[in-house]
T-cell receptor, first 112, second 113 residues
Framework: NAGVTQTPKFQVLKTGQSMTLQCAQDMNHEYMSWYRQDPGMGLRLIHYSVGAGITDQGEVPNGYNVSRSTTEDFPLRLLSAAPSQTSVYFC???????????FGPGTRLLVL | AQKITQTQPGMFVQEKEAVTLDCTYDTSDPSYGLFWYKQPSSGEMIFLIY??????QNATEGRYSLNFQKARKSANLVISASQLGDSAMYFC??????????FGAGTTVTVRA
């Protein structure tokens, strides 16, 4: 059981580039979400999904897209990277809404 | 998003002593879940303990216990017998009514030998 996996671990982008952060879980969890963590702060919700084919916006969705074609995968797309998107990105999953969310190891993104 | 307040930005504790981390939340919804996570310097988020709003007893997990005071809307974490490995950032997010976690700014704990 790998839990929640994220790739890549670290990425450097130039302003305007696009990329996809990958997230996968093997626990058959319905709920998946993406958070970002900026220095000295807690996590903020970007997008979340309550099941395959269903996604919704969180607190800070601008500049990001998501899709959920399978239960296992929940990729996060940066359409045109900006320096303000420099952050650590965490993916999380849980079986149901208020149950414990398990986090991936994070992706550290630097946008120059 | 729900408002989570962690008033202690940083704390020092002596090894083997207990430490209490404060957390208050702001919701009028009767159904919610409260969590504590630990984030060591390596960066991963580690789940510690969970308390549901309808749970009659305070949650405990090994050296971690949650002092849940519903009327005061507080969910303080008590770590007993602190170890050097407890040095980390601690967060107390809440999930109200649905799946979305709201985080506070966290509390940094440093355990001294």
């Amino acid at each position: 059981n790998a839990g929640v996996t994220q790739t890549p671990k670290f990425q450097v982008l130039k302003t305007g580039q696009s990329m996809t952060l990958q997230c996968a879980q093997d626990m058959n969890h319905e709920y998946m979400s993406w958070y970002r963590q900026d220095p000295g702060m807690g996590l903020r919700l970007i997008h979340y999904s309550v099941g395959a084919g269903i996604t919704d916006q969180g607190e800070v969705p601008n500049g990001y897209n998501v899709s959920r074609s399978t239960t296992e995968d929940f990729p996060l797309r940066l359409l045109s990277a900006a320096p303000s998107q420099t952050s650590v990105y965490f993916c999380a999953s849980s079986y149901r809404g208020q149950e414990t969310q398990y986090f991936g190891p994070g992706t550290r993104l630097l946008v120059l | 998003a729900q408002k989570i307040t962690q008033t202690q930005p940083g704390m020092f504790v002596q090894e083997k002593e207990a430490v209490t981390l404060d957390c208050t939340y702001d919701t009028s919804d009767p159904s919610y879940g409260l969590f504590w996570y630990k984030q060591p310097s390596s960066g991963e988020m580690i789940f510690l303990i969970y308390q549901g709003s309808y749970d009659q007893q305070n949650a405990t997990e090994g050296r971690y216990s949650l002092n849940f005071q519903k009327a005061r809307k507080s969910a303080n974490l008590v770590i007993s017998a602190s170890q050097l490995g407890d040095s980390a950032m601690y967060f107390c997010p809440a999930a109200v009514g649905d799946y979305k976690l709201s985080f506070g700014a966290g509390t940094t704990v440093t355990v001294r030998a």
